[in-house]
């Protein structure tokens, strides 16, 4: 089943303790992207990614890292989470390079900071 | 930055009404349009999208959208909703080549 899988559902962390969250794709895809989704704003989109080493800032990349080592992988890192990233963060992807291409969501990852 | 605005945040009617929600986007270039929809405790998924060609375009379950450039507008339309339609609906722009923009989002309650 063509899926994007993201890891952990829920986290609860403290202030400052790194965390990743995973992101996977089993459709082959090219374009990858995070989104954090937040009431009253919508999905914004924090990174994404062209391809296996291609990275680009969206709209809110402040606080955030990724990397994309393998096509199917696209790890979501908050090296030093403060309590303004609790969000629902969604990891997507698309099969060709982003534009104009239909994405599939994940599920979303449920993520609160103390 | 671009921006897109869904001015209706909630909506709330009864089966068989009719459905329209606004979408305004500030970019005026090229532009891909999409409708995603989120039914509760589900993924986002493809509702419809707007690439070029017919500005009226349909989607699933009976869903459609119009794009006019000239209002920088794509409004989704249902002619009849059903209880079913209960779902969180995002209007979402493609433009700078690789980004995208979501709207706020709607949240559409239908009354049985």
């Known amino acids: 089943e063509a899926q994007v899988t993201q890891n952990p559902r829920y986290l609860i962390t403290v202030t400052g303790k790194k965390l990743t969250v995973t992101c996977s794709q089993n459709m082959n895809h090219e374009y990858m992207s995070w989104y954090r989704q937040d009431p009253g704003l919508g999905l914004r989109q924090i990174y994404y990614s062209m391809n296996v080493e291609v990275t680009d800032k969206g709209d809110v990349p402040e606080g955030y890292k990724v990397s994309r080592k393998e096509k199917r992988n696209f790890p979501l890192i908050l090296e030093s989470p403060s309590p303004n990233q609790t969000s629902l963060y969604f990891c997507?992807?698309?099969?060709?390079?982003?534009?104009?291409?239909?994405?599939?969501f994940g599920a979303g990852t449920r993520l609160s900071v103390l | 930055a671009q921006s897109v605005s869904q001015h209706n945040h909630h909506v709330i009617l009864s089966e068989a009404a009719s459905l329209e929600l606004g979408c305004n986007y500030s970019?005026?270039?090229?532009?891909?349009l999409f409708w995603y929809v989120q039914y509760p405790g589900q993924h986002l998924q493809l509702l419809l999208k707007y690439f070029s060609g017919d500005p009226l375009v349909k989607g699933i379950k009976g869903f459609e959208a119009e794009f006019i450039k000239s209002k920088f507008s794509f409004n989704l339309r249902k002619p009849s909703v059903q209880w079913s339609d209960t779902a969180e609906y995002f209007c979402a722009v493609n433009s700078d080549f690789n980004k995208f923009y979501f709207g706020s989002g709607t949240k559409l309650n239908v009354k049985p």
């Open positions: 997507a992807s698309s099969s060709a390079s982003g534009w104009g291409d239909i994405q599939y």
């Open positions: 970019y005026g270039g090229t532009v891909n």
